[in-house]
């Protein structure tokens, strides 16, 4: 089971970029699959993206094209590039890790590791 740490969040305009990275300790290599999900202000945890062992990535409807999940084994770290930010983006932001197959990619009972999760806003 791997620890993980999010970071890279903050404030920012519409259209604008931002970089979240999540710090992992132990071996990410191992993981089945890996995740990004968002919870906006009194709503659900959602699904934002994944990369499933092999280099399978899954994105959520509102975010393909402008969001980009990457591994990076030898840094410890998974990212999520996002540009064209919206005020929708609001939300504050999980990574996800699982050692198991079981389950399907976009459910959050699927992943057994979380961070503690980093505010993004995106505001004029």
């Known amino acids: 089971q791997v620890q993980l740490a999010e970071s890279g969040g903050g404030l920012v305009q519409p259209g604008a970029s931002l970089r979240l990275s999540c710090a992992a300790s132990g071996c990410i290599s191992s993981s089945y699959r890996l995740g990004w999900f968002r919870r906006a202000p009194g709503q659900a945890r959602e699904f934002v993206a994944a990369i499933i062992r092999g280099g399978i990535i899954y994105y959520a409807d509102s975010v393909k094209g402008r969001f980009t999940i990457a591994r990076d084994n030898a840094k410890g770290t998974v990212d999520l590039q996002m540009r064209s930010l919206k005020p929708e983006d609001t939300a504050v932001y999980y990574c996800?890790?699982?050692?198991?197959?079981?389950?399907?990619?976009?459910?959050?009972?699927?992943?057994?590791?979380w961070g503690q999760g980093t505010q993004v806003t995106v505001s004029s």
């Open positions: 996800a890790a699982s050692t198991s197959s079981r389950g399907t990619y976009t459910y959050a009972e699927a992943y057994d590791s």
